[in-house]
């Protein structure tokens, strides 16, 4: 035991020498930040759009929402639409079915602008499937709905899958419960 007493510092010594002079390796390149841009807030039930500025391409986007409830406190309302804008280039859109909605894009410099598949709506209950061309890559995706509702109008309805698809390639899935949608897929060179 003496013996391993005194071989415990130098043993340390050596470890710490050896750590000290091995090299760091260079910092990376700093990646670039995504500039967010955010719409006004639209009017109760209307389609809010975010926008990227010229020369930079979405790289994704989300959402601010005043849900509308009822007088007993109860959501009554339903995000219709969160997704990538299939007509208006490097655009992100929501839409509630009741209250006012904000719409964030997220924007790089270096990103290609992506393309956009949108599907008809499924029927009632039903998966709709945006597959992206050959030669492009699923970058993200998003939804656009139309809920099913009570005899008031109120939300009777949810979102059951708004994800990339574990079993068809290159391809956004989205679903609701009881109404119909359409899948966005965001599409990369």
Avoid at 33 to 49: F, K, M, R, W, Y
């Amino acid at each position: 035991m003496p013996v391993f007493r005194r071989l415990l510092p130098a043993a340390s010594a050596a470890a710490l020498a050896a750590t000290l002079l091995t090299p760091v390796p260079a910092p990376a390149a700093a990646a670039e930040i995504p500039t967010v841009v955010t719409s006004e807030e639209s009017g109760n039930g209307e389609l809010a759009e975010a926008t990227c500025p010229e020369g930079m391409g979405m790289v994704g986007g989300g959402y601010h929402v005043y849900p509308f409830a009822t007088g007993f406190g109860q959501v009554a309302d339903f995000i219709k639409v969160n997704g990538p804008s299939a007509t208006q280039h490097d655009t992100w859109q929501v839409q509630q079915l009741h209250g006012p909605s904000t719409a964030y894009v997220m924007c790089l410099s270096s990103a290609h602008s992506p393309g956009v598949v949108r599907t008809q709506r499924s029927e009632p209950g039903k998966v709709a499937y945006a597959t992206c061309p050959e030669g492009t890559v699923l970058s993200g995706g998003g939804y656009a709905a139309d809920p099913a509702v009570t005899g008031v109008g109120h939300n009777a309805d949810e979102i059951a899958t708004n994800a990339p698809s574990a079993s068809v390639a290159n391809t956004w899935v989205a679903r609701m419960a009881y109404g119909r949608v359409s899948a966005l897929a965001m599409c990369t060179i």
